[in-house]
């Protein structure tokens, strides 16, 4: 009984936690994706072709950004292609973000140090 009781208190702890992981998990959305793009395009020290000036464009979707996909329902971040795009710089956290994203390329680029 006692038993039953400790593992009712720690249920009612834990319920609410992960009632709010779930709602967190569900409120991001393509400006979730974009934050996450824009703290890439911070982290770029040398952009050869200066595609981030030119086409990662804050006031653009970033759908129309080159290297970068969209698909899905929700129309989010499916693929981000930067191969070749001859890079240099470090990856943010936020990347972590992009909850859609299936498929990262990075080929020919120069990234250094941990996310
Ligand atoms: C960025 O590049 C893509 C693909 O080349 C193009 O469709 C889009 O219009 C460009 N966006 C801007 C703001 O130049
Ligand atoms: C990424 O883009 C390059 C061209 O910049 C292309 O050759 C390559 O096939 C692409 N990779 C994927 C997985 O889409
Ligand atoms: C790597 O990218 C550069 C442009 O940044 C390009 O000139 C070069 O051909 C690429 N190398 C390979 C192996 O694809
Ligand atoms: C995105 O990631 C960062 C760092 O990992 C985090 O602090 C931030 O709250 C996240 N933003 C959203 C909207 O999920």
Redesign the pocket.
């Known amino acids: 009984m006692e038993r039953n009781l400790s593992l009712c208190i720690v249920l009612a702890f834990l319920v609410p936690f992960s009632t709010l992981s779930f709602v967190n998990a569900e409120v ?1 959305d393509i400006s ?1 994706d974009k ?2 793009l824009l703290a890439l395009k911070a982290r770029i020290s040398h952009d050869p072709s200066n595609i981030l000036a030119n086409n990662w464009s804050t006031s653009s979707s970033v759908c129309s950004w080159t290297g970068i996909t969209c698909a899905g329902r929700h129309h989010r971040v499916r693929a981000l292609n930067i191969s070749n795009f001859g890079f240099t710089g470090t990856l943010p ?2 990347l ?2 992009l909850s859609f994203l299936a498929t990262l390329t990075f080929r020919n680029n120069s990234f250094y140090g941990s996310p």
């Open positions: 991001t979730t934050q996450a956290p936020q972590g973000n």
